[in-house]
């Protein structure tokens, strides 16, 4: 089995509290502060505002309330930088002074295992297009899982493609639980899902995957089958396998 390690930053505010749908006024503030830095705080290129076609390297979430930017590979250096610097946040309007920050830094592994590891989303994962949506509502009720694990499989192996790690063993998945519901983005109504998985690939939790990731859909969580910790708890059967997860160097910085 191959594995791969990249530098992972995970970057908090815990005195700053957020709801799901606020994630993006946090990376507009960044973006708008930041951006000159570097493309990938944004994930656009050039004066007429083209994106950036490649798995997201920094990403902005609200991970049970708090406001949460994740850096992986060339990211990780850029939001330990900034977050050296962050003061205070405008989010939709109301200035939130920052008087602690929480980061976690180390490496952390990609690849694929010989162990089927638990997954969960902690937020809603977009898995569909608008059209591949009709596909799957017209499914029989027992195709519909295959169509999600292809998705699914695809989405990390994007993930993976983006850390310039190919993988030549195959990635087994098995969906076990799900359920939709609609979700806006962009003044889009969108269908997201809540799914549960188990999976031989290495993902260090937290990381996005599927449409919007940059954005905050798609958090991933390590977990165990009757973990109720995360969004979704409804279970369908026992899943075997162990949590694998990455361990990183913790430290915390108070602003005074």
Not at 212 to 229: E, K, N, Q
Request: contains cysteine; proline residues 4%.
């Amino acid at each position: 089995m191959s594995t791969v390690e990249h530098p992972l930053t995970i970057l908090r505010f815990p005195n700053v509290r957020l709801r799901e749908s606020e994630g993006h006024y946090l990376r507009g503030y960044i973006a708008n502060q930041f951006g000159h830095l570097s493309t990938l705080l944004h994930n656009h290129v050039g004066t007429e505002g083209g994106l950036r076609h490649s798995y997201p390297l920094v990403q902005y979430k609200v991970i049970r309330g708090t406001g949460t930017i994740i850096g992986i590979g060339e990211g990780a250096d850029l939001v330990s930088r900034i977050g050296a610097e962050i003061k205070e946040l405008d989010i939709d309007g109301r200035i939130v002074p920052v008087h602690e920050v929480d980061l976690q830094q180390g490496p952390a592994k990609f690849g694929v295992t010989s162990d089927l590891n638990y997954y969960k989303f902690l937020t809603y994962w977009i898995a569909l297009k608008q059209e591949r949506y009709r596909e799957f509502r017209q499914m029989r009720e027992d195709e519909r899982p295959a169509l999600l694990e292809r998705t699914l499989v695809g989405n990390i192996l994007s993930c993976f493609k983006g850390l310039d790690f190919r993988v030549s063993e195959r990635i087994q998945l098995t969906i076990s639980s799900y359920q939709t519901q609609g979700v806006n983005f962009k003044n889009e109504r969108l269908i997201g899902f809540e799914c549960s998985f188990y999976s031989n690939a290495l993902i260090p939790e937290y990381l996005g995957l599927g449409k919007a990731s940059a954005r905050g859909f798609g958090v991933i969580g390590l977990g165990s089958p009757g973990d109720t910790t995360m969004r979704h708890t409804r279970r369908q059967g026992s899943l075997p396998g162990e949590r694998t997860a990455n361990k990183n160097f913790r430290s915390r910085k108070n602003r005074t």
